[in-house]
């Protein structure tokens, strides 16, 4: 029953911003939450992940740029993205799980099912 939609992306020149948001419909508080990225030719990578109690955590290569957030009424994810780079560009992806363990960076580690959204685009031009 968990939905997840991406919104927000776009097409931005280095040094922009952009916020995506997240629609998480079947999703609860307690659920671990996060932001994934993959470019393509590249392996993907997390980018940022929210636990239960609130706690957040950043792969090293977003750190004091981008911020994750959580709107437990309306049951929404955002991302924060400042200073973009180039190396940003990548479809992002919106993730939720109902338990998990932290795992470092932007990565979680969960033995339950893990939900995507459907991604949106964000491209980054120098």
């Known amino acids: 029953q968990v939905h997840l939609v991406e919104s927000g992306g776009g097409s931005v020149q280095s040094g922009g911003s952009l916020r995506l948001s997240c629609t998480a419909s079947?999703?609860?508080?307690?659920?671990?939450m996060g932001w994934s990225r993959q470019a393509p030719g590249k392996q993907r990578e997390g980018v940022a992940v929210?636990?239960?109690?609130?706690?957040?955590n950043y792969a090293d290569s977003v750190k004091g740029r981008f911020t994750i957030s959580r709107d437990n009424t309306k049951i929404t994810l955002f991302l924060e993205m400042n200073s973009l780079k180039a190396d940003d560009t990548a479809m992002y992806y919106c993730?939720?799980?109902?338990?998990?363990?932290?795992?470092?960076?932007?990565?979680?580690?969960?033995?339950?099912?893990?939900?995507w959204g459907q991604g949106t685009q964000v491209t980054v031009s120098s």
């Open positions: 993730t939720a799980a109902p338990t998990c363990v932290r795992s470092g960076g932007g990565n979680y580690a969960t033995r339950s099912r893990i939900y």
């Open positions: 079947g999703t609860y508080s307690t659920y671990c």
């Open positions: 929210i636990y239960s109690d609130g706690s957040t």
